[in-house]
């Protein structure tokens, strides 16, 4: 069969590399991709919010399954677009998508239901949110209703730092219109859980547990950035810990979707906070995590292409879905400045040395070929170093040394992925 990915960071390298394990796809195609991708599938000049080229696109080349790796096009309806011209697509509609596009809709979904969750009022009216904030605790989380690149939640300590904090989202709108609406929410204190999970609209089947490292500096400082490198499986994520997600979380959350009349059926990330009182939900993704996939694709031993049609057919009750005991870690090399200024372009040095390496994995994100042939930076992460290993001290060991195998000027990485670790 053809497949179609959708995207040009390292989740959809990640998922790339795993659809070309599956020995029912012949051929891949990826738009736009990034050079890492090229190197499996073949990149196609459109990007990810073109949907009627993407849609004209898989109908040329008769592309059997499209898989939609990025956030933008699934809150913008691009599932909609493919089922409407009576294409094979994977992903939640746009109806269901707003779990991710509108933090205020998923908040709301869970007061309403009584999914576990923290303490939220939401405003569109800046002086409304100034005022509500005279009031408040601190710590305190602002919130950009919208799409951010992950980017879009200020943790607060003062008055004053929240009131500045209300200006940039609202008022500056430093987050483009995911500002018109903004959250203001309960600070929790706790571990940070990843999960993600396949729904095909009544069934849910999590995948194994994941910890993410948003802060671009070591020991949680610096600013948010899409992902700075992540661990799996999580310590933290017990037995018991999982026992009652699956009581009063996962299954609640799929019903209550179905219930609103938002069939979900794709993937939905649950960013967790175990808390002294238990696990709330932080937040809903309505797709793989970046760098999350790359830890955790790589450990499950599913044909995905198995998995991911059974979401699309409602037939995810038939899949057991299996994970490596092991470990996984993904450090990922950034441009120094990352995330406000870098440069591009910067040759990238020492790639072959993952070849034939069991294990080890380079994922592209930021990459792109120059014109004579060399891989070069084309972001401010480039590339997600992602190591196996018999357990997590292992795995982080392995990971950090083969951070080493690669250089490009300016490169830049946390030294403490994983550090948690040794703390369980």
């Known amino acids: 069969m053809k497949v179609l990915i959708v995207g040009s960071g390292g989740r959809e390298h990640a998922i ?189 089947k999590t995948m194994t547990s994941a910890q993410d490292h948003k802060r671009a500096q070591d020991g949680d400082q610096g600013l948010n950035t899409g992902g700075m490198g992540t661990f799996s499986p999580s310590p933290f994520y017990t037995e018991e810990v999982d026992k009652f997600c699956k009581e009063h979380i996962y299954q609640a959350t799929v019903d209550a979707m179905a219930a609103e009349g938002r069939e979900f059926k794709g993937i939905i990330f649950f960013g967790l906070m175990l808390t002294p009182k238990g696990p709330r939900v932080l937040e809903y993704n309505a797709r793989f995590g970046d760098p999350e996939a790359q830890v955790v694709l790589p450990r499950m031993k599913n044909d995905i292409i198995d998995v991911l049609e059974a979401c699309i057919d409602g037939k995810l009750h038939e899949i057991d879905l299996q994970f490596e005991d092991n470990a996984a870690v993904c450090v990922v090399l950034a441009s120094d400045g990352y995330p406000v200024k870098y440069e591009k372009g910067l040759e990238i040095r020492g790639l072959e040395n993952f070849e034939g390496k069991e294990g080890y994995y380079c994922f592209h994100a930021g990459t792109r070929l120059d014109d004579n042939g060399r891989f070069v930076t084309n972001g401010g992460r480039v590339l997600g170093v992602t190591a196996k290993g018999a357990d997590l001290k292992e795995a982080r060991e392995n990971a950090y040394e083969a951070t080493k195998w690669i250089d490009f000027d300016n490169k830049y990485m946390r030294n403490d992925i994983g550090k948690a670790i040794d703390e369980a």
Do not use: W
Request: aromatic share 8%; net charge negative; proline share 4%.
């Open 16 to 204: 790339a590399a795993s659809v070309a394990k599956s020995p029912r796809v012949d051929k891949i195609f990826c738009a736009p991709g990034n050079a890492g991708i090229g190197q499996l599938a073949q990149c196609v000049p459109i990007g990810a919010m073109e949907f009627d080229k993407l849609v004209t696109f898989a109908k040329e080349n008769a592309i059997d399954l499209t898989i939609i790796g990025m956030d933008d096009p699934l809150v913008g309806g691009i599932v909609d677009a493919f089922e409407a011209a009576g294409l094979r697509v994977f992903g939640p509609r746009k109806n269901a998508a707003i779990l991710e596009g509108s933090k205020a809709f998923s908040k709301d979904l869970m007061k309403k239901y009584h999914i576990p969750t923290a303490a939220y009022e939401t405003f569109d009216d800046a002086d409304k949110a100034l005022a509500y904030l005279e009031t408040a605790d601190f710590p305190i989380v602002l919130k950009a209703d919208g799409l951010a690149l992950g980017k879009g939640v200020l943790i607060c300590n003062s008055l004053e730092e929240a009131k500045d904090g209300v200006k940039s989202i609202m008022l500056d709108k430093q987050f483009g219109s995911a500002g018109n609406r903004m959250v203001i929410e309960e600070f929790m204190t706790g571990r940070e859980v990843s999960v993600l999970s396949y729904v095909d609209g009544k069934t849910i």
